[in-house]
């Protein structure tokens, strides 16, 4: 089955510290994929839409500047979480749908935790 | 994307059948019913989905109303490792769009 690989699964920082979180399908092509954060006791929001081969979409709030996206493969989309702070910590899930198949289930990887202190 | 409504939270005694409605009164003809559950620090976790008829896998069963407004999600014989929190949501299709998550429903499964 379709599965996606998120990368690390948790990470402890110093407070200023730029963060990587690599979101990967392992047995499909994903041109587009989805990054979500979710605080404690909270839903998943989405932050933007990540599109291989062209600038992320942003939703309203999310700083494109804070959180820079990369999706420079079709099956490889990265967040970075620059000079992070302490209120940047939270659980970053991404998701990523198989190409070709619009009504077929997305696919989530097992999140990021992030705690900067 | 349609807006679904779900109770907070349930339990339901292990072995039995879990119940878990959705409400998604103004879901319009081409958008399809989808539920995930999230356990506990993990991604979310896909469960079955459909558009007007009953549909059935390993995992659950969905029974979707004539009228599509509302839905019920059947986990037919509940184990503890089924507790989790259940979202019901609605899209004009997963794979193309994003998906919206509301509260969803704590479910408990009790020994």
């Known amino acids: 089955g379709a599965v996606v690989s998120q990368h690390p699964s948790w990470v402890i920082c110093k407070s200023g510290t730029s963060v990587k979180i690599e979101c990967r399908s392992l047995?499909?092509?994903?041109?587009?994929m989805f990054w979500y954060r979710q605080f404690p006791k909270q839903s998943l929001m989405l932050m933007a839409t990540?599109?291989?081969?062209?600038?992320?979409?942003?939703e309203q709030g999310v700083e494109k500047d804070k959180f820079l996206i990369n999706h420079a493969s079709l099956t490889l989309s990265t967040l970075t979480v620059t000079s992070a702070h302490p209120e940047d910590s939270s659980f970053y899930i991404c998701?990523?749908?198989?190409?070709?198949?619009?009504?077929?289930?997305?696919?989530f990887g097992d999140g990021t935790r992030l705690s900067i202190l | 994307d349609a807006k679904t409504t779900q109770p907070p939270s349930m339990d339901c005694a292990e072995g039995r059948a879990a119940n878990l409605p959705c409400n998604h009164s103004?879901?319009?003809?081409?958008?399809?019913v989808y539920w995930y559950r999230q356990i506990h620090s993990q991604g979310p976790q896909y469960i079955i989905h459909?558009?007007?008829n009953n549909e059935t896998n390993e995992m659950a069963s969905l029974i979707i109303t004539e009228d599509r407004k509302s839905s019920t999600l059947i986990l037919p014989h509940a184990t503890l490792r089924d507790t989790a929190v259940y979202y019901c949501?609605?899209?004009?299709?997963?794979?193309?769009?994003?998906?919206?998550f509301g509260k969803g429903t704590k479910l408990s499964v009790i020994p």
């Open positions: 998701s990523a749908p198989k190409d070709g198949y619009s009504n077929q289930p997305q696919h």
């Open positions: 103004t879901i319009s003809g081409n958008e399809y």
């Open positions: 047995d499909f092509q994903a041109t587009t």
């Open positions: 990540s599109n291989e081969g062209s600038k992320a979409t942003y």
């Open positions: 459909g558009l007007k």
């Open positions: 949501i609605v899209s004009l299709g997963a794979g193309s769009y994003q998906l919206t």
